[in-house]
């Protein structure tokens, strides 16, 4: 594996740690400003928000530079989103901090697999792209809960010039290591759009939206919920995310195992399991160590809809898949936008902390039901002799197309 895909993976792990780190610091953020607990959230909803504006628009406007003179571009980007949230004086300067760093976040991504994937031959570049997005991964376990500590210790602010600093490594190693190579030719704007005339783009991006913003839901407000149903010290939330984070690694190796193999009934499991995990979760929360037991499993099955959401999403779209893709993760953070939002609405309502686990468990049924419905439509096109394409047109099926449409 080249050197370069150590730096795209720092960047990665950056933008994994600022992304989740700021659920563990929500109540010092809340002291700081003097808000309440479910205002401080919005740091998360305005992140999430940001990436789901900023993904598709920056790939399109990507395409008029080189994949490293953009890839540079964001992560300078990040690094000022970073430094603002850090220095700011007022809890709104705080929101654009974080807003403006999101907006690296989705085309960071969709750009960086495209290039990882280039770095290598073609027979290793699903290794190389999960090289890169194994930055995301160790970022739960390792960047969270340090940076957690970190604001714990030395204060919220310091986490956030922590996280600058990864950047800025970052962006040194995207300038050394990443080989310039010319861009790709200007995208046009009604090509890259067609592939979403497809409905099952649609249908895949609700799923997503629906799915993994369940697990937002709970997780966003974990440290005050496990400080009062579960009787933790603030302090503990650090390890209680690593649990978290290691169960997003196994259910990233468990979804991306199968979702070649199977993957629509990877999906009915995984979010049906998460529904469950997420509903359980209101009693669990109560007990120390089924609290913790609960919240690996919540992260485990979690991820594990990530690998066949986004394969499905680019499946349905082969003519834009970086756009698709970059698309497809800002509809992760709308979906975990949308939950964070619920659940303060709960809480705010005077329902407890815990309360925001059935949100989560009726987001992730939604999902399922969304997924059902989705390989129903497929199948009822595929019965009735035409199957409609990936890019929106209407085709008689072949033999192979018609049977995949039945998983």
Do not use: C
Not at 114 to 125: G, Q
Not at 149 to 173: C, D, S
């Amino acid at each position: 594996m080249p050197l370069a895909l150590l730096a795209l993976a720092i960047g990665a792990f950056g933008i994994g740690t600022t992304e989740f780190v700021i659920m563990g610091l929500l109540p010092e953020v809340a002291d700081t400003y003097d808000v309440s607990i479910p205002v401080a959230g919005y740091a998360t909803t305005g992140y999430a928000l940001g990436v789901a504006v900023g993904a598709p628009l920056l790939t399109l406007l990507g395409t008029r530079f080189t994949r490293k003179q953009m890839l540079m571009l964001l992560m300078g980007v990040f690094i000022a989103g970073n430094l603002l949230s850090a220095l700011a004086p007022s809890f709104g300067l705080l929101l654009a901090g974080r807003v403006l760093a999101s907006f690296s976040h989705g085309a960071f991504f969709g750009i960086g697999a495209v290039v990882a994937a280039d770095l290598v031959a073609p027979d290793k570049r699903a290794k190389a792209i999960a090289t890169m997005f194994t930055g995301l991964t160790i970022a739960n376990v390792v960047g969270v809960p340090m940076g957690t500590w970190i604001g714990q210790h030395f204060g919220w602010r310091a986490t956030f010039y922590a996280v600058a600093a990864l950047g800025l490594l970052g962006l040194a190693g995207i300038a050394a290591l990443v080989p310039a190579r010319p861009g790709p030719a200007a995208a046009r704007l009604g090509s890259e759009l067609a592939a979403f005339r497809n409905p099952q783009v649609w249908l895949a991006m609700t799923m997503t939206v629906l799915g993994f913003g369940g697990v937002f839901s709970a997780i966003t407000y974990i440290t005050p919920m496990m400080a009062e149903a579960a009787g933790y010290a603030e302090s503990s939330v650090a390890w209680l995310l690593v649990l978290f984070g290691l169960g997003l690694v196994v259910g990233n190796l468990i979804g991306g195992r199968f979702a070649d193999r199977a993957l629509m009934p990877m999906l009915y499991v995984s979010l049906g399991g998460l529904a469950v995990v997420l509903a359980l979760f209101a009693f669990t929360a109560h007990h120390k160590v089924a609290a913790a037991v609960t919240l690996a499993l919540i992260g485990m099955l979690g991820f594990a809809t990530v690998p066949p959401l986004q394969k499905r999403v680019m499946d349905q779209a082969p003519t834009a898949p970086t756009l698709a893709s970059a698309a497809n993760i800002g509809a992760f953070n709308l979906g975990n936008a949308l939950a964070a939002w619920l659940g303060g609405l709960v809480i705010s309502g005077g329902l407890g902390y815990t309360a925001t686990s059935w949100v989560g468990a009726a987001m992730a049924a939604a999902a399922l039901g969304t997924a059902i419905l989705s390989a129903t439509l497929e199948r009822r096109a595929a019965r009735g002799g035409r199957i409609v394409t990936r890019g929106g047109a209407a085709a008689t099926p072949t033999t192979e197309e018609a049977a995949a449409a039945t998983h």
